[in-house]
T-cell receptor, first 110, second 116 residues
Framework: KQEVTQIPAALSVPEGENLVLNCSFT??????LQWFRQDPGKGLTSLLL?????REQTSGRLNASLDKSSGRSTLYIAASQPGDSATYLC?????????FGGGTRVLVKP | GAVVSQHPSRVICKSGTSVKIECRSL??????MFWYRQFPKQSLMLMAT?????????EQGVEKDKFLINHASLTLSTLTVTSAHPEDSSFYIC????????????FGEGSRLTVL
């Protein structure tokens, strides 16, 4: 059974600092890995999708890496802003099933 | 990106009544839709997977007679919480996968159900 873990569970940084969010998964036979952002009481916004054959994806200040063999992905957010405050979730797809990590709650202080 | 719409965003109902939540893919056809439940400060838990025109596949521990899922068209799936109880109060989120399967899932805005 696939298990996805995100560390840390919560993170508080001053504005301008780079954010590093970690995601690990137990079964490396994944189809892809997706990072999402969730604001309180809202749905999920897809940030980055990394196919199993890829090592990283970038979008603006966001960069996500994937090391399938070690079961790890890292989301980097450069030069954080207060608007980046949210919960970040990673999820892996294996078969037809998407398994979520517990999320990292990020607070960027002005 | 593709847009998935959920309705209603918030609903309050009395115990014993049934509530229907709709999930629509607005600008693409979704062969597969997923329904999740999220408790406060917790991650999403998959409830069921629905494929257009066939019966939904429920995850272990999810009562299919209580959570009725219908995926009658390529753009609409519905979740009906039957005979709702206060413990059914939760945040329900749907997601959809398009015909062109890149593997990416698109999520609705979620529906907050409160059962009194």
């Amino acid at each position: 059974k696939q298990e996805v873990t995100q560390i840390p569970a919560a993170l508080s940084v001053p504005e301008g600092e780079n954010l590093v969010l970690n995601c690990s998964f137990t079964d490396s036979a994944i189809y892809n890995l997706q990072w999402f952002r969730q604001d309180p009481g809202k749905g999920l916004t897809s940030l980055l999708l990394i196919q199993s054959s890829q090592r990283e994806q970038t979008s603006g200040r966001l960069n996500a890496s994937l090391d399938k063999s070690s079961g790890r992905s890292t989301l980097y957010i450069a030069a954080s802003q207060p608007g980046d405050s949210a919960t970040y979730l990673c999820a892996v797809t294996a078969g037809n099933k998407l398994t979520f990590g517990g999320g990292t709650r990020v607070l960027v202080k002005p | 990106g593709a847009v998935v719409s959920q309705h209603p965003s918030r609903v309050i109902c009395k115990s014993g009544t049934s509530v229907k939540i709709e999930c629509r893919s607005l600008d693409f056809q979704a062969t597969t839709m997923f329904w999740y439940r999220q408790f406060p400060k917790q991650s999403l838990m998959l409830m069921a997977t629905s494929n257009e025109g066939s019966k939904a596949t429920y995850e272990q521990g999810v009562e299919k007679d209580k959570f009725l899922i219908n995926h009658a068209s390529l753009t609409l799936s519905t979740l009906t919480v039957t005979s709702a109880h206060p413990e059914d109060s939760s945040f329900y989120i749907c997601s959809a996968r398009g015909l062109i399967n890149t593997g990416e899932l698109f999520f609705g805005e979620g529906s907050r159900l409160t059962v009194l």
